[in-house]
């Protein structure tokens, strides 16, 4: 059996990530999950050969010596990049991101690639991924695809990790940002191919069925087999209504305070006070924090907040924030491959109504879909154990279910 094929058989035998740890959830309880930073243990710079210009080019990069032991025991190649992304009409920003490859001779073609999107973190730069020891878990991830003969590629996001601005919930930005990760992995391990899956939950599902979509005119060098988008908040303009009615859930609050915060840094022209009132308003900076030490008081926060401490003030201001959501959501157009959608219908965080409406407009643009959704399941316990038997079959050429058909 040729090597590459071997790696695909291997995949099949995978767990995805302790339950599918690819879907962070969206407030408290990640930012609990954010470990030690671990860049001041002594990195050491990387030089590489031909940096690049453009898309995908390197503006730095460096080892991770302080990665857990047994990802650091199965041989793998790390670095920690900022590379650069081009999203047309935006410009060239700065990213960061982790890229890994396995050890040893790479197949005939080069490593093929899982590019992953993680799940809410936060808004704050400290907030990446690539900032902890475990990659907020993601090295488990990392340590199970290298092992069975894949290259991974994590983007932190821009504004995660990397001075900047994050997009939350930016879907469009944030497939820009998982497509470079692409590129700046094949930057700096030329020994990877051209072969990718997109894999992603919650915030990252978002991000990979954007990828899908934006895949073929932005990276026509690569060759996308696939997207998983594991609870995606794909469309959540749903939000502005439900902040007026005063029916946002508990968990929907924070996540809209995210958003907001977010959007108003990139906009110094939205003004804040249009959309926050009651405690919401008096525990902005606390409702905004991501990191351990802010985890204790944003809890007490969120648990202050009032039905309608996110309602816009005017009719002026709301449709302004529908706006903003429909400039990120999916789908804008067809995907560039087929897609798995897993998501539970009890989901607290994104209401079912607005996945099943999305996928009816993605089905509508003619994509080929697996439609996997799971009764009784929420937003961190989508069950993921189809999710490496899918991605196996992509790259092994097995045509995918379509169940936009059914």
Sequence with gaps: ?????????????????????????????????????????????????????????????????NLPIQVRLSGVN?????????????????VSGTVFTPS??????????????????????????????????????????????FAVAITDYEGLGHPGNHAYLDNIT???????????????????????????????????????????????????????????????????????????????????QWVLESLSRRDPGLNLDDYRSGDAARDWAALTGCTPDQAGARDDAVKRLGDKDFAPTTQQAAAALRDALKSMAVPTGPTTAPMLVAFGDADTYIDVAWTDAALGRACAYGDVITIDRQAGRGHGDVNGDAVNQWIGDRFGGVPARNDCNR
């Design 104 to 149: 040893g001779d790479a197949p005939e073609g080069g490593w093929p690639i899982i590019s992953y999107a993680h799940g809410t973190t936060g808004i704050e730069q400290a907030c990446a991924p690539s900032e902890s020891n475990s990659l907020l878990g993601a090295s488990e991830l990392v340590q199970g695809y290298t092992t069975a003969g």
């Design 78 to 94: 790390a670095a920690r990049v900022v590379y650069r992304s081009v999203q047309p009409g935006v410009g060239e920003r700065e």
């Design 1 to 65: 059996m040729p090597r590459t094929y071997r790696a695909f058989a291997a995949l099949l035998l995978l767990p995805v990530l302790a339950g599918c740890t690819a879907v962070v959830p969206l407030a408290a309880d990640a930012q609990r999950a954010v470990s030690a930073v671990v860049r001041g243990s002594d990195p050491e710079p990387l030089m590489i050969a031909d940096p690049g210009t453009g898309s995908g080019s390197i503006v730095s990069a460096e080892t991770m010596p």
């Design 174 to 256: 944030a497939g820009y940002d998982v497509i470079d990760a692409v590129r700046a992995l094949r930057t700096v391990f030329p020994d990877v191919g051209t072969r990718w899956a997109a894999f992603g939950g919650s915030q990252g599902g978002g991000a990979a069925w954007a990828a899908n979509e934006l895949a073929q005119s932005y990276a026509p060098e690569l060759d996308l087999v696939g997207a998983v988008a594991l609870a995606p908040a794909a469309d959540m303009v749903g939000l502005v209504d439900k902040a007026i009615a005063g029916t946002l859930t508990e968990d929907q609050g924070p996540l809209l």
